[in-house]
C-alpha cells in the first residue's frame, strides 16, 4: 500500500499547454508539499499546504496553482507550460510537527515532466 | 537565506572502501538535520538528527551531528555497489510548520 502515490509517473506535453500532476496519502499526515528536482538533481521547495491552507509558496511562477481538496490531497495545476519547466516534482507529506525520527518526511516517487 | 552546503558532490570508490559524507548548514532557525538516499526514484529516509553528539546507526551506515559547528557527517563502511546513489542532506526549519531545505547532494559510484 503506497503512502504516498502521485500520477501520472511521466509526462511529456508540448510548450504552452495547460497539466496537472496529483498527490494522494494515505498516512493521515496533515502537511503537504511539492518539490521541485532539476536537470543537477537538486531539490527545491514549491508550496506545502497544512490541512488544505496553503502556509508556503516560495518564489514560483503564478503558473503553478497548487489545490488541495482535502488532508489527504495535494494536486498542482501548471499553465502555459514552458521548456524551463521540465523537472521531476516530488509530492511529500509530514506531520503538522513536522519530521518524524523514523520516517522523516515521505516522498511519492515523483512525476517526470518533459515540455517538448 | 538558509542554506545547506555537501562536499563532495561526487566521489568513486571501490567496494570495501569506507567513505564519509559531509553536509554543513547555516539557517536561522533548526528543528532537525535529515539524510535520504535516493536512487532512481523517491528520496528514501535513512536518519533524523537532532542532537549534537549522539550517533545514529543502521547498518554500515552512521550519521552524526554537532550543532555548534553546524555539521554532519554520514559514514558508510564496507561499501558495496548497491550503495551507489545520491546522497541528500536536508535541514528541518520551522516556518509555518516546516520545510526541508537541500543540499546538493553527494552522487556516489561503488564500482566492484
Known amino acids: 500500500d503506497t503512502a504516498v502515490s502521485q500520477t501520472p509517473k511521466y509526462l511529456v506535453t508540448q510548450m504552452g499547454n495547460d497539466k496537472s500532476i496529483k498527490c494522494e496519502q494515505n498516512?493521515?499526515?496533515?502537511?503537504m508539499y511539492w518539490y521541485k528536482q532539476d536537470s543537477k538533481k537538486f531539490l527545491k521547495i514549491m508550496f506545502s499546504?497544512?490541512?488544505?491552507?496553503?502556509?508556503i509558496n516560495e518564489t514560483v511562477p503564478n503558473r503553478f496553482s497548487p489545490k488541495s481538496p482535502d488532508k489527504a490531497h495535494l494536486n498542482l495545476h501548471i499553465n502555459s507550460l514552458e521548456l524551463g519547466d521540465s523537472a521531476v516534482y516530488f509530492c511529500?507529506?509530514?506531520?503538522?510537527?513536522?519530521?518524524?525520527?523514523?520516517?522523516?518526511?515521505?516522498f511519492g516517487s515523483g512525476t517526470r515532466l518533459t515540455v517538448v | 537565506e538558509d542554506k545547506v552546503v555537501q562536499s563532495p558532490l561526487s566521489l568513486v570508490v571501490h567496494e570495501g572502501d569506507t567513505v564519509t559524507l559531509n553536509c554543513s548548514y547555516e539557517?536561522?532557525?533548526?528543528?532537525?538535520l535529515l539524510w535520504y538516499k535516493q536512487e532512481k526514484k523517491a528520496p528514501t529516509f535513512l536518519f533524523m538528527l537532532?542532537?549534537?553528539?549522539i550517533e545514529k546507526k543502521s547498518g554500515r551506515l552512521s550519521s552524526i551531528l554537532d550543532k555548534k559547528e553546524l555539521f554532519s557527517i554520514l559514514n558508510i563502511t564496507a561499501t558495496q555497489t548497491g550503495d551507489s546513489a545520491i546522497y541528500l542532506c536536508?535541514?528541518?526549519?520551522?516556518?509555518?510548520?516546516?520545510?526541508?531545505?537541500f543540499g546538493k547532494g553527494t552522487t556516489l559510484s561503488v564500482s566492484s
Open positions: 511529500a507529506s509530514s506531520p503538522y510537527r513536522g519530521a518524524t525520527p523514523n520516517y522523516g518526511y515521505t
Open positions: 498516512l493521515g499526515h496533515d502537511t
Open positions: 499546504y497544512n490541512n488544505k491552507e496553503l502556509i
Open positions: 539557517v536561522t532557525n533548526f528543528r532537525s
Open positions: 537532532t542532537s549534537s553528539g
Open positions: 536536508a535541514v528541518e526549519v520551522p516556518q509555518a510548520g516546516t520545510a526541508l531545505i
